[in-house]
């Protein structure tokens, strides 16, 4: 079993992806987390094969919870931003190697990137 922490202020958002990422790769394991203060804390104690961060939430954004993940050990390479704006803003914001990836969460172009990695995952976990 896999795990990623999906971290997003937007409950109907997590939950749709959850349930995605359960119907179609049954060998990973969804943890979300709907404040990310509270993320802090699951970031601490837990060990991800992936983290899926939204860019903006109130209290504390993505890039904040990337570099607080960063600096407590996790690898960027298991890192992906999600948000809703264009990819030029996104590229701007986190230049290629600040993370795995930047993703648009709503453009069915960017779904299918998310969907290798999850594939990705979900093999290794076969492997295992």
Partial sequence: MR???LI???PAFTRFLGEYIA???PLLKVEICNNPMSALRSIKVGTYDLMLVDLEM???DGLKLLKFA???GMDKNRIVILSGRDADF???VCPMGTCLAVLN???ARQKSVLDMVFN???QKAEAN
Avoid: G
């Fill in 3 to 5: 795990k990623i922490l």
């Fill in 8 to 10: 997003d202020d937007d």
């Fill in 23 to 25: 119907d179609n790769f």
């Fill in 58 to 60: 109130p209290a504390m």
């Fill in 70 to 72: 960063v600096n407590a």
């Fill in 90 to 92: 996104l590229h701007d």
């Fill in 105 to 107: 969460k709503f453009e």
């Fill in 120 to 122: 990705s995952l979900n």
